[in-house]
């Protein structure tokens, strides 16, 4: 065992920020690579006229809305360890962008906004992440806002998420009254609007603060009746809550519960050092089936996550991201693509600190690299060096539900338009599909904003227009070459191929399936996730 390697790997924490849109998360993100010196100033995705975009938020449609729509990735150092966070979309509509994001990290930060509670899309996530059994760190944001009772918030956790939370820090009021947050963990108190070590009070022994605690308008806080509230509320947290366990945190049945707010850089740096603490270095990964592969094990190896067509406007450029399972990646390392057996050199490498890219010399497992690509990736591939074959599993595909016609404007602008056309689909976040008899081009995804985020960037960076019919929603199910007969189609159900070129029927809804299915008792229909 290669003992400077295994140091490196011990440094490492990857991890992916999850919420529903608005809870804060880019803005989190941002904060995080504050402390980490990557960026001077956070840029702040509200503020559009100032033209201070999120960093990392990169596309050009994302700077229009102010959304995350791709999932970008940031590697800073932070106290000695290498911090590689993954940036998730928010929007529903690229929930399987996320979902593929998320199979490539070690632990998830959950962000919850402190006057909503839990919304639809962060349950949606929290349940992918509960499936892989990951350790997941919960930040209740926005308590420069009116809030919710803290009680509640973490009770939701349980009622609805079905994990426990266990209290790190506590408020002291929020929004107009917030005062500072008790700091369980570090037994202080941290005053807000409070820079440097001012900020932080020490706590006596029993858990109170001196008399001489004393609030910026110099009133004591231990006299302060919402600090009286706050006590009260911590001792009941102490006697009834749930009690710190690691080991149900490294398995993810419980999760450490923080409070702040990313907007005033509150509480962030706070959750960041206990993160960089608790949060697990990368672990054995199960390939080839069966084989635990340990992240030490000196063979380099790794998978593809997710592709990325034209990072760069200024360079028609596709980059395929890799989780590093095993091993160190250098530059000029020759691997094997699993999928075919064809040998690779990596010569063109890059890693990220948000929107600036750095050519990457080494990486070992925990790390995120981003690989040139000419073609000859697919998300999921597994590559690796050496004689041993090494193939992760399978990452996640969904079944699209809403599908559009889809034509080039222009007639004499085929070109671009297939280019295009194939340079997006193969970044998987919309399915390309084709008529049967036809051949013509349908589109299928999980919403609709991702038909319109590939509309803009087909005309933006193809300069290619295209016309979009709507086909509705669909059931989408595939069916095996050897029982297809095409006259089973009809208008009720289309009858079109992946770009794989397996066959799948559109059905218009479930009682055509259900159609299909007394018609054709013995026909065996799949789906995907």
């Known amino acids: 065992m290669d003992k400077e390697l295994a140091e490196k790997v011990k440094k490492r924490r990857t991890f992916a920020i999850i919420s529903h849109p608005d809870a804060g998360k880019t803005t989190i993100t941002e904060q995080m690579l504050l402390f ?35 999932s970008s990735v940031m590697q800073f150092e932070y106290k000695g360890k290498r911090i590689n966070i993954l940036d998730t979309p928010g929007h529903q509509d690229f929930s399987e962008d996320t979902y593929r994001t998320l199979m490539a990290v070690d632990a998830a930060v959950m962000v919850i906004d402190s006057a909503k509670g ?8 929290f349940k992918v992440v509960k499936k892989r059994g990951i350790p997941i760190f919960t930040f209740m944001n926005k308590l420069d806002r009116d809030g919710r009772p803290p009680l509640d918030l973490i009770a939701e956790l349980e009622d609805l998420l079905g994990i426990e939370g266990v209290a790190m820090d506590w408020p002291i009021g929020s929004g107009q009254t917030l005062k500072g947050l008790y700091d369980i963990a570090n037994n202080r108190v941290e005053l807000y609007r409070k820079d440097g070590e001012d900020r932080f009070l020490p706590l006596n022994e029993d858990g109170t603060l001196n008399e001489d605690g ?3 308008d110099s009133e004591p806080l231990s006299q302060d009746p919402q600090f009286q509230d706050t006590l009260d509320e911590i001792e009941l947290v102490k006697e009834a809550g749930n009690k710190f366990d690691p080991e149900k945190i490294a398995l993810g049945d419980q999760t450490p519960v923080f409070f702040g707010s990313a ?12 993160f960089v603490d608790l949060a697990p270095a990368p672990e054995s990964h199960t390939v080839n089936g069966d084989e635990e592969l340990s992240p030490e094990d000196p063979e380099f190896s790794g998978f593809v996550f997710k592709i990325q067509a034209n990072m760069n406007p200024h360079h028609r450029d596709r980059i395929a991201f890799v989780r590093v399972g095993s091993g160190e990646f250098k530059r000029g390392l020759d691997v094997t693509l699993a999928r075919t057996g064809k040998p690779i050199r990596l010569n063109n490498a890059t890693e990220f600190m948000s929107s600036e890219r750095v050519q990457v010399s080494d990486a070992v497992a925990g790390d995120i690299v981003g690989l040139y690509d000419t073609g000859n990736f697919q998300i999921g591939d597994s590559i690796y060096s050496g004689k041993r074959k090494i193939v992760y599993p399978p990452l996640p595909e969904f079944t699209p539900e809403l599908f559009m016609r889809v034509t080039a404007k222009n007639v004499m602008k085929q070109k671009s338009f297939h280019k295009g056309m194939n340079q997006l689909v193969q970044e998987g976040a919309i399915q390309l599909y084709r008529n049967y008899q036809t051949d013509e081009y349908i589109l299928g995804a999980v919403g609709q904003l991702q038909f319109e985020v590939f509309q803009f960037r087909m005309k933006n960076e193809y300069n290619s227009e295209v016309e979009m ?4 929603h669909r059931v989408a199910r595939w069916i095996d070459p050897e029982q297809l007969d095409p006259r089973m189609s009809n208008s009720r159900n289309l009858l079109v191929k992946d770009r794989y070129g397996n066959p799948l029927f559109l059905f218009e809804n479930e009682f055509a399936e259900r159609f299909f299915h007394d018609k054709y008792p013995d026909v065996k229909l799949t789906e995907k996730l």
């Open 263 to 274: 907007l005033t850089n509150f509480g962030v740096e706070t959750f960041l050092n206990s």
């Open 36 to 70: 980490g010196g990557v960026i001077r100033k956070a840029g702040t995705v509200k503020a559009r006229k100032t033209g201070n975009f999120a960093t990392s938020d990169w596309m050009e449609i994302e700077k229009k809305r102010g959304i995350s729509v791709t």
């Open 118 to 125: 839990i919304e639809p899309q962060t349950k949606k996530l």
């Open 469 to 472: 019919n709507s086909i509705g």
């Open 214 to 216: 004393t609030l910026p």
